[in-house]
Every structure is written in C-alpha cells, then in structure tokens.
C-alpha cells in the first residue's frame, strides 16, 4: 500500500508541475521567464520592438492600475510588483492578414505583456496570446507569421 501511495504522490507531483505549462498551451498564451529586473525587462521588450523598425503605439500600466483601485474593488494587495503590456503592428504583417481575412483586424494592435508575481520578485514573465483566426490556409499562415515575430520577440528578451 504504502509503494502505491508514493506512486500516486510522485504522479500527482508531476501533474502539478505540468499544469502551468498545460495551462499556457489550452489559453494559447506563450509564455517565458527571465530572472531579471523588472526595469531592464521593459526597456528590453521596447528595445526589441524598434529594433525590428515597429513603432511602440502604447505602454499599459496595468499593475499601477490594479494598486491605485485596490481600496475601491476591496482588495488587499496586487498579484504583481509590477505588471506591464505594449502594443504595435506591423503594417506588412497586419495588411497579409487582414487581406487573408477582413476580421483579423481584431488583432492589430499586437500586445507583448511582462510582470513580476508578488509572491516571486525577480522573475519576469514575459509572453503573448497566439492569434488564431478563420482556418483559411491564408488566414493562418498570416497569423502564423505574426506569431513567429512575437515568438522571437518573447525569446530574444527572455533568452529562452
């Protein structure tokens, strides 16, 4: 009894080690970790940007959001110590998939998000949702071109 207890330990142990990854991939969010300071990781995702020739459209705050309303929603604290997203497009990116499908206009602009867990300061998650559209092979290879780009991104910031 006492084997069979310990095999059903070490497989729900794996399981609870393989749901955050199982959980990112059923979201469609893809997501790395960088041991770093939050500050550096900001200035890298925007360095990463222009580097490519895009233009930064927006900086959202939404960690400064979340503390400035706690008092008003009743929380207690922030699940971040900080929290960030930045958005832009990519003009022959967004052209290939709108043309392939009108309605992909609802991914444009692209947004790259980075945080750092309250409960694991100096880790920084850095990552994207995928985008997926109407299943025309036009459609998703343009899609599937725009998350390679955002794919790289995420990668090259993290060095993953």
């Known amino acids: 009894m006492l084997s069979i207890s310990r095999g059903f330990a070490i497989v729900l142990g794996l399981v609870m080690l393989a749901a955050p990854l199982a959980a990112s991939a ?3 969010l893809f997501v790395r970790q960088v041991e770093s300071d939050f500050d550096s990781v900001a ?8 580097n490519r020739g895009y233009v930064v459209d927006y900086t959202g705050r939404i960690g400064e959001m979340l503390k400035r309303t706690e008092a008003d929603v009743g929380a207690d604290a922030s699940p971040y110590v900080n929290a960030q ?7 022959v990116l967004s052209r290939k998939a709108m043309e392939a499908d009108p309605q ?3 991914f444009c602009p692209y947004t790259i998000f980075y945080f750092e867990r309250s409960d694991a300061p100096g ?7 995928r985008l997926a559209g109407a299943e025309t092979p036009a459609s998703e290879a343009a899609l599937g071109e725009i998350n390679a780009l955002l794919e790289e991104i995420v990668t ?3 060095g993953e």
């Open 104 to 106: 992909n206009i609802a």
């Open 156 to 158: 090259e910031v993290t």
């Open 123 to 129: 880790t920084v998650h850095v990552g994207f949702r």
């Open 85 to 91: 997203m930045t958005q832009f497009c990519s003009a």
């Open 26 to 28: 059923a979201s469609g």
């Open 43 to 50: 200035f890298d995702v925007n360095d990463a940007i222009v």
